[in-house]
């Protein structure tokens, strides 16, 4: 069974950090991309970053260019998502997500198995 665990969220004020953890297990893929989204109360999820087990290329969205990095430690099974320079906008629910297959996408309707979530706020 494939799952996903994410941690790491909490409360933060504007301009600092938070390192989010997604510990992943139950699955071999040969290739798979690992997806973070978020979704603030009201809002429709969206994608904010990916990385992929081929090659670990990276993708961000532009809102969190230069302030967020992913990364992966594949002996810990682990990728991370450093997020520096936190704003009030950054505030939601941040999930991780298993894309099977080769390649990257940032669209979650392509994403297979989800994490239940971890809460990040940031106050002004």
């Known amino acids: 069974e494939v799952q996903l665990v994410e941690s790491g969220g909490g409360l933060v004020q504007a301009g600092g950090s938070l390192r989010l953890s997604c510990a992943a297990s139950?699955?071999?893929?040969?290739?798979?991309?690992i997806g973070w989204f978020r979704q603030a109360p009201g809002k429709e999820r969206e994608g904010v970053s990916c990385?992929?087990?081929?090659?670990?290329?990276?993708y961000y969205v532009d809102s969190v260019k230069g302030r967020f990095t992913i990364s992966s430690d594949n002996a810990k099974n682990t990728v991370y998502l450093q997020m520096n320079s936190l704003k009030p906008e950054d505030t939601a629910v941040y999930y991780c997500?298993?894309?099977?297959?080769?390649?990257?996408?940032?669209?979650?309707?392509?994403?297979?198995?989800w994490g239940q979530g971890t809460q990040v706020t940031v106050s002004s």
């Open positions: 139950g699955f071999t893929f040969d290739d798979y991309a």
């Open positions: 997500a298993v894309r099977v297959g080769w390649g990257m996408s940032i669209d979650l309707e392509e994403y297979d198995y």
């Open positions: 990385i992929s087990s081929s090659d670990g290329s990276t």
